[in-house]
């Protein structure tokens, strides 16, 4: 089964915003991600995809433990030491990304969309919802530039009700 990925793009304070809600099974996320694997240099393996595949599928954070036991269940294996090394890749390339509520790895539904991705966890119904803004990306690079501080990499992650479960 396959989904349509509903991407909702806002203009605020003349911010791009991207949104993304998405919650079956998408082919053509995968093929984006090998395509994105392949032009950086790296072979789309079939365990590589395998993990790929679990995580779009899945929809929620998963661990490499996790992971491992869905292929168990289909049948398949891989080493949890190679699941660990494949994300790890798939983060560097903004593939998956890891939750800091679960330690767990989504895969990353905006794709090649600017700015650091966050995310808001529904602490009731567990719905995570990715966003991006380019904007916030450089306001905190400069509020940690001005603290004398160089920053790589951004970690941030919302918890909270969503819309429904506010209802």
């Known amino acids: 089964m396959t989904r349509i990925a509903a991407r909702l793009f806002l203009i605020a304070n003349c911010n791009i915003v991207a949104f993304s809600l998405s919650f079956k099974y998408n082919a053509a996320m995968i093929r984006d991600s090998i395509r994105i ?13 395998l993990v790929l595949e679990i995580l779009e599928e899945m929809g929620k954070p998963l661990s490499p433990y996790d992971i491992q036991g869905v292929l168990r269940a289909r049948g398949k294996y891989l080493n949890h030491v190679t699941i660990y090394r494949i994300l790890a890749l798939l983060c560097r390339l903004n593939l998956t990304h890891k939750m800091l509520s679960s330690g767990g790895f ?62």
């Open 37 to 49: 694997l392949q032009a950086q240099g790296y072979k789309a393996t079939k365990p590589r995809k």
């Open 106 to 167: 989504v895969k990353c539904s905006l794709n090649a969309i600017e700015g650091c991705h966050r995310f808001m966890v529904c602490q009731q119904c567990g719905t995570i919802q990715e966003f991006a803004d380019k904007e916030l990306c450089r306001e905190e690079n400069e509020f940690a530039q001005n603290l004398g501080f160089y920053t790589e990499h951004h970690l941030s992650e919302f918890s909270g009700l969503c819309s429904r479960c506010r209802k």
